[in-house]
């Protein structure tokens, strides 16, 4: 009796924790904190002289973390992200975000790379896997 009642518990746990467990962290991806204010970042990447890096996701979905980890796999990738942009995530929702990403689909993680001016650079989505993304931000930096 005491096992029916249990395994209820134990299951909605592990399914709470896994939700949690999906939320893209940036200090423990790339050990360097994201914002969450495009304006804020875009004003600090115009004194900074960086570009700004953002990923938009879907809160409810739970393979973003999954997405921008593959994309960030390599080493040498999360250097080149370190030395040369500023993170931000947040969501779809965002109203920086919303207007460039207007008719995409948003089953994935998108990034946008944002000039020092805020202007869009480029766009796309974070499903890429390691080598794609190690040769993403090559291209940016000129690597």
Do not use: C
């Amino acid at each position: 009796m005491k096992t029916t009642f249990l395994l209820p518990i134990l299951l909605l746990t592990l399914g709470i924790s896994q939700v949690q467990a999906d939320t893209f962290d940036s200090r423990a991806v790339l050990g360097m904190t994201s914002g969450v204010s495009v304006d804020a970042a875009v004003k600090r990447g115009k004194a900074d002289n960086k570009r700004v890096l953002v990923f938009a996701l879907d809160d409810k979905k739970t393979s973003n973390a999954f997405h921008i980890k593959g994309m960030l796999e390599f080493e040498e990738t999360k250097k080149l992200v370190k030395e040369n942009f500023l993170i931000v995530v947040t969501d779809f929702k965002n109203k920086n975000v919303r207007d460039h990403l207007a008719k995409e689909p948003t089953d994935r993680p998108m990034y946008l790379l944002l000039n020092t001016d805020g202007t869009l650079a480029q766009k796309g989505v974070t499903a890429m896997g390691g080598a794609a993304g190690n040769k993403l931000l090559k291209d940016w930096t000129g690597k």
